[in-house]
């Protein structure tokens, strides 16, 4: 059984979050095109391990947009707001661009115990996690209103998966919440294309390990390899085979590692 509770982040919007299991408490933060039902391949066999809460991140699900313009400070801020609810010694794990978000909240509470970024797409030099021509695809696909074809697009161009990965995604219930959020993709990619990746994320002084896939674009590796140099507890390990959807490719591995990180050495 699971409860659906939220809190209250800086600028006054609601972020709401579903709760699961029993254990130490997990949060768990989505990445782009998405909401909580995201985790639906894991979420059963995390819960078995952990109180997991399963956060709807500003604009999708159960989670209203702010007011103005968007700066993704505001979402390290929301997901503050969750952990901060949760008392000590959260685990925090975000996947993709929610491993960005992740990154901004470990900068904003100190209840976080540790941190798990599961490719986090950062633009380095030389790497971008999209190209001005891409980004221009996406808003025009944006401004039509075609925002299956904006999925289609990022995932085939940006995120490089194969159509067999798509084609298995498609039957799914994530794919219509996917699609109601595909206009939010073009802000979160101007978002990347300027993180701040520099000295100010050596603050984060937790154990953090960064995954990463040896099959995912290759824009991952020098992302995670910039990131690793930044923060003074943290590992990279390499996920043999997998890519950016390694939780829906194989579930039990992706339980696994989740679960290894969180038993302290």
């Keep these: 059984m699971s409860t659906l509770e939220s809190v209250e982040s800086r600028d006054g919007t609601v972020i709401r979050f579903e709760v699961v299991g029993h254990g130490p408490p997990l949060v768990l933060v989505h990445g782009s095109m998405a909401d909580r039902t995201r985790w639906a391949p894991v979420v059963g066999a995390l819960a078995q391990r952990f109180t997991v809460h399963l956060v ?35 685990y925090l794990f975000g996947h993709s661009y929610g491993a960005v978000c992740s990154l901004e909240a ?112 290759p824009y991952f590796l020098p992302a995670a390899e910039a990131i690793l140099k930044q923060l003074p507890r943290a590992d990279l390990v390499l996920l043999e085979g997998q890519d950016h959807i390694m939780m829906d490719r194989d579930p039990a591995g992706f339980v696994a590692k989740v679960v290894e990180f969180a038993a302290p050495k």
């Design 106 to 217: 470990a900068l904003r509470t100190n209840a976080i115990g540790r941190m798990a970024l599961y490719e986090p797409p950062v633009s380095t030099p030389g790497y971008q996690a999209a190209s001005p021509a891409s980004l221009a695809r996406i808003q025009e696909r944006i401004a039509a209103g075609d925002p299956e074809g904006t999925l289609l697009f990022f995932y085939r161009e940006v995120l490089h998966l194969p159509e067999s990965d798509i084609a298995a995604m498609r039957p799914t219930a994530i794919w219509q919440a996917r699609i109601k959020v595909a206009h939010t993709v073009a802000r979160e990619l101007q978002a990347l294309n300027v993180f701040d990746i520099s000295s100010r994320l050596s603050k984060i002084d937790i154990p953090v390990r960064l995954f990463l896939g040896t099959a995912s674009a």
């Design 56 to 90: 709807d991140r500003r604009g999708r699900g159960g989670s209203p947009d702010g007011e103005g313009a968007y700066d993704i400070a505001q979402e390290g801020e929301d997901i503050a707001a969750v952990v901060n609810a949760l008392g000590r010694d959260v």
